[in-house]
């Protein structure tokens, strides 16, 4: 189910059945010639919505845009920086209203620059004010003493790479793995005749990639999160 399909009924009744939302998040950077600038939160999203066809869940609208530090290139290659300041400032309200809506548990699911990234670490610094926030609004000070408000609080939300539950992801920046997840994911937006014009740095195996071998990852890691949702719907 997507979030923003469903009526305020439907979303509520997700919620006390206890579905999981999960948010896909990436950013719009340059991920070379032969990709789309919506690289990584395109496969943050295709994983995501491969997983929702398999296991029941709430998927909620793809957050694009995000700290990219202008390290691949910048706006001639169509690359859009957000400031970190900026980025925690648009995240905090949304991941507070989602987590005081209820939700069992939320995963942000990033596929960008990994855990210490600026992405990451903005969504996961709202993530732990959220559930701070919550624990001093229902427990009042203190409340680190009431066992239900400790223990459930900082489980709520999940800040994670796409990969965080399989063996194995799609490595690099714009090479042969994120070149290979566009041609599973979404065919239609790779171009590989482009590296011919321009190969950057990075990119160096991109040549190499293949729709097999996007599959072959895809599915371990949508594998990986079926596994994860099917094992919180038993908690
Ligand atoms: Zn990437």
């Known amino acids: 189910m997507r979030y923003e399909m469903m009526r305020p009924g439907q979303i509520r009744e997700a919620?006390?059945?206890?579905?999981?939302?999960?948010?896909?998040?990436?950013?719009?950077?340059?991920?070379?010639?032969?990709n789309p600038v919506g690289t990584d939160a395109l496969i943050a999203q295709g994983i995501v919505h491969r997983v929702e066809q398999e296991v029941e869940c709430v998927v909620a609208p793809t957050?694009?845009?995000?700290?990219?530090?202008?390290?691949?290139?910048?706006?001639?290659?169509?690359e859009i920086h957000i400031d970190g300041e900026a980025l925690y400032g648009f995240v905090k309200p949304l991941l507070k209203a989602f987590y005081d809506q209820g939700w069992k548990r939320i995963?942000?699911?990033?596929?960008?620059?990994?855990?210490?990234?600026?992405?990451?670490?903005?969504?996961?610094r709202a993530a732990t004010e959220a559930a701070m926030e919550y624990g001093l609004a229902h427990g009042g000070t203190g409340w680190s003493a009431d066992p239900d408000l400790r223990s459930a609080v900082f489980e709520r939300v999940r800040v994670v790479g796409d990969a965080a539950f399989a063996p194995r992801g799609y490595g690099g920046h714009g090479g042969r793995d994120e070149t290979a997840a566009m041609m599973y994911l979404y065919p239609e937006t790779?171009?590989?005749?482009?590296?011919?014009?321009?190969?950057?740095?990075?990119?160096?195996?991109?040549?190499?990639?293949?729709?097999e071998l996007g599959r072959e990852i895809g599915e371990l890691i949508v594998a990986g999160w079926v596994a994860e949702l099917r094992r919180l719907a038993q908690e």
């Open 63 to 78: 957050i694009f845009y995000g700290y990219t530090g202008q390290w691949a290139a910048g706006i001639e290659q169509g």
């Open 190 to 211: 790779v171009d590989l005749t482009q590296l011919d014009k321009c190969r950057p740095v990075w990119a160096q195996d991109a040549h190499q990639a293949t729709a």
């Open 15 to 34: 919620i006390a059945r206890g579905l999981p939302l999960l948010i896909p998040v990436g950013v719009i950077e340059y991920h070379g010639p032969q």
């Open 107 to 124: 995963y942000v699911v990033c596929h960008h620059q990994g855990e210490t990234g600026v992405t990451m670490l903005s969504y996961q």
